[in-house]
């Protein structure tokens, strides 16, 4: 269902993110932004693949984007054209920026697709 004000984009909701990948969207999509809260005391990364879920093993698979969110911060983001993921986007979130270890707590973590 599109969402008014976000480029007609869906929006994915997780509310607590971790280290186990999570099909966003199964099918080819273009990332129109993200809202991302880190309530964690440490520094957390957003690993995102242009995979389907099933071909991803978080840690070995090389992430497409990664972003870096701040302790106790968020990252707040809508773009006028995609990010373009040719055939799906696959998240999880990390201590590091290419590892498999889960932070502490979830992150908030809403992304705009479509």
């Known amino acids: 269902m599109p969402v008014a004000g976000y480029n ?4 994915y ?7 186990t990948k999570q099909a966003a969207s199964a099918a080819p ?7 991302i809260y880190n309530p964690n005391t440490t520094d957390v990364f957003v690993q995102m693949w242009d995979l389907a879920s099933a ?5 070995s698979t090389a ?14 983001a809508l773009f006028a054209k995609p990010i373009a ?6 998240v999880a979130a990390t201590t590091t920026a290419a590892g498999s ?5 979830g992150l908030m973590t809403n992304l705009f697709y479509g």
């Open 63 to 76: 992430p497409t984007l990664c972003l870096w969110v701040a302790a106790g911060g968020a990252l707040d």
């Open 13 to 19: 909701y997780n509310a607590a993110l971790l280290a």
């Open 101 to 105: 270890t889960a932070p502490s707590t």
């Open 8 to 11: 007609g984009a869906t929006p």
């Open 29 to 35: 999509c273009g990332l129109y932004g993200y809202h």
């Open 55 to 59: 071909s991803v093993t978080v840690g």
């Open 85 to 90: 993921f040719a055939v799906a986007l696959t």
